[in-house]
């Protein structure tokens, strides 16, 4: 088979399981809270290492105290290190955050940057954040962010080979929409909460299964699936 036609059926396999995303959760919103892309790029730099529902506790009082880049540019080290601590490598995102506000205030004119290439000038921001700031706050699909969920779930439908984010989000972007490439990840990552668990996945109600080359066949009877009653976990 050649390359190209390993590709377009690659690319089939992968259109068909963004179908079936679409169906199991056809809502897909960012599930961090924000209001401004200030507050969404600080809660994705919290969001490393550490869940969503603990940004999202921690964030309302960081706001409140810290509403823009010009404040959290000048919040004190301690306070913002205190206030950040139960997200993990607090002092690391502390300092991060204060010098891409920083840099935000003195370079960009006090806005984040609509640009890939000046999003990843800022302290602590690489692809995943940017691809997630520039999708939800500027409607700007650049790439396909890649998380641990997407990486192990992608790894495990056979849509790459590779290991690394990029060359993983590289491979993507040769088989998905660009408008899905944002909500491809999002889904991604429900499906890998809700049903493909990274120590046992349940093969046996997934309806991806079908086109899942490491589905366990002693787990699956592909006749005998339901549509599962999935909706986007609460996390």
């Not at 995102?93 to 800022?122: H, S, W």
Request: hydrophobic share 40%; glycine share 2%; proline share 7%.
């Amino acid at each position: 088979m050649s390359i190209t036609r390993k590709l377009s059926a690659k690319k089939q396999r992968a259109l068909e399981i963004l179908i079936r995303l679409k169906r199991l959760y056809p809502e897909a919103p960012c599930t961090l809270n924000y209001e401004t892309p200030v507050q969404l790029l600080v809660a994705t730099i919290l969001s490393a290492q550490c869940t969503d529902e603990r940004v999202n506790q921690v964030t309302p009082e960081l706001f409140r105290r810290f509403p823009d880049a010009a404040a959290l540019a000048a919040a004190d080290p301690l306070d913002l290190e205190t206030l950040v601590r139960s997200t993990g490598f607090y002092r690391n995102k502390a300092k991060n955050i204060r010098a891409a506000c920083y840099l935000i205030q003195t370079e960009f004119n006090g806005q984040v940057p609509k640009l890939m290439e000046d999003l990843l000038k800022l302290p602590g921001v690489a692809r995943k954040t940017a691809n997630v700031v520039l999708a939800h706050a500027y409607g700007i699909h650049a790439g396909v962010t890649v998380d641990t969920h997407v990486k192990r779930l992608t790894q495990r439908l056979g849509l790459t080979k590779h290991t690394d984010p990029i060359h993983i989000e590289r491979d993507l972007i040769k088989l998905l929409p660009q408008p899905d490439w944002e909500n491809w990840s999002i889904r991604i990552i429900y499906h890998g909460r809700a049903v493909c668990n990274a120590r046992n996945p349940a093969c046996d109600r997934c309806l991806l299964a079908d086109l899942c080359p490491s589905a366990d066949p002693n787990k699956v009877d592909i006749a005998a699936l339901q549509p599962p009653l999935l909706t986007a976990p609460q996390i």
